[in-house]
């Protein structure tokens, strides 16, 4: 089940002030289809309400800019970082989109951290989160991109390799301006 924008607005109160009144239209018909698939309807719902967050100076979730849909789903299916580790055989048999069950970023973090999905199964509803650290160590969790930030913040979900004050008692969120 997934968690709502509600619940990690409850996790994580200092990013409501970011919240975009009568939301933010962002073009999913013309993302998706540049994509190649459909994404997440929580994540659709958090990209609908807020911009750009930066949460403690460290995680960036990277929602689409309305307008810079096109240039959103490209960076996705373009993952430069990623198609490099694939090619060295260093992702653990994760492989980058768009092949079948590939990983497409929804947030990263200052230290080097990869947030990604995982394309499968088929509904984007039930894609599991994937954690490349900084240390080269790769996490599957079988939650939703929301429900996986709740858990974070409301400290139920533990990602190893992460720094000890990740996260902080009282994290900050800025909300990067389109």
Known sequence: MQLSVAALEAALPAMTQWRVPGGRSVDWA?????LGTALPS???????????LVIDDFVMVSVPTPGAEVSW??????DEILQDLYEMDDTEGYVPFPQPGGLIGWASSY?????YWRTSPADPDAWP?????????WIEFPVGAVEFLVGVYGRTIDVPGMPGDFPSDFPKVLGLSE
């Open 30 to 34: 013309v993302l998706e289809a540049r």
């Open 42 to 52: 929580d994540f659709r719902v958090l990209a609908e309400a807020y911009p750009v």
């Open 73 to 78: 789903a490209a960076a996705s299916r373009e």
């Open 111 to 115: 230290s080097g951290d990869s947030f």
């Open 129 to 137: 989160v994937v954690v490349r650290t900084d240390n080269a160590d």
